[in-house]
């Protein structure tokens, strides 16, 4: 069974703290994406990477960064969160064409930040 | 630029009703692949289709069916005879082929089935 793991349910963070969201995949995906779900907004995307050590800026990467230094795990970084930074986020992975399959999701980590 | 619109935020019918989930997507491009998410209370998005640019026909899954129409740039999702475990968040998505690592997602529609 295939499987894209997150390693919190649930945080609750102070403001200015540096949080680490952490994804790990099973299924030797090159692709592997960190998105941010809020109401009536959908799931914007704030990076992908597709391959290790290299990654993309998605819609809304202010104020988050990331890091993938295993093909199999890859890394959101709150370098200082902030309130506005509340949400669900959601990790998910895929080979190389995503087109051609779908994208496998992790469970969700939802973060307060407060 | 690309889009998807699921212009129905919330719906909420009786069990054993039909219900169909609209979504409409924006693109120039020729060559894209349309996809439907289910997000249920567990929050782990599920994969239910994928149709690409090029392939019309409708689908039947069981009590589930989906109608493409380019004509209208739709890609609506129609549940027979709902049931309360189809109550979930419904997300239908936009990939391009030109960049096909980017996955374009509506607000997405919450579907809630009351017994």
């Known amino acids: 069974d295939v499987k894209v793991t997150q390693s919190s349910r649930y945080l609750v963070k102070r403001t200015g703290e540096k949080v680490f969201l952490e994804c790990v995949q099973d299924?030797?995906?090159?692709?592997m994406f960190w998105y941010r779900q809020d109401p009536g907004l959908g799931l914007r995307l704030i990076y992908f990477s597709y391959d290790v050590k290299m990654k993309e800026k998605g819609d809304i990467p202010e104020g988050y960064s990331v890091s993938r230094e295993k093909k199999e795990r890859f890394s959101l970084i709150l370098e200082s969160a902030s309130t506005n930074q509340t949400s669900m986020y959601l990790c998910?992975?895929?080979?190389?064409?995503?087109?051609?399959?779908?994208?496998?999701f992790g469970q969700g980590t939802r973060l307060t930040v407060v | 630029a690309q889009k998807v619109t699921q212009a129905q935020t919330e719906i909420s019918v009786v069990e054993k009703e039909d219900v169909t989930l609209d979504c409409v997507y924006e693109?120039?491009?020729?060559?894209?692949?349309l996809f439907w998410y289910k997000q249920p209370p567990s929050g782990e998005l599920v994969f239910l289709i994928r149709?690409?640019?090029?392939?019309?026909q409708n689908e039947i899954s069981g009590r589930y069916s989906w109608n493409f129409q380019k004509s209208t740039s739709s890609f609506n999702f129609t549940i027979t005879a709902s049931q309360v475990v189809d109550s979930a968040v419904y997300f239908c998505a936009l990939t391009l082929y030109s960049s096909a690592s980017k996955i374009i997602f509506g607000s997405g529609t919450r579907l809630s089935i009351r017994p």
């Open positions: 149709r690409n640019s090029f392939d019309e």
């Open positions: 299924m030797d995906h090159e692709n």
């Open positions: 998910a992975s895929s080979p190389p064409v995503v087109g051609n399959t779908e994208a496998f």
């Open positions: 693109t120039r491009d020729t060559t894209y692949y």
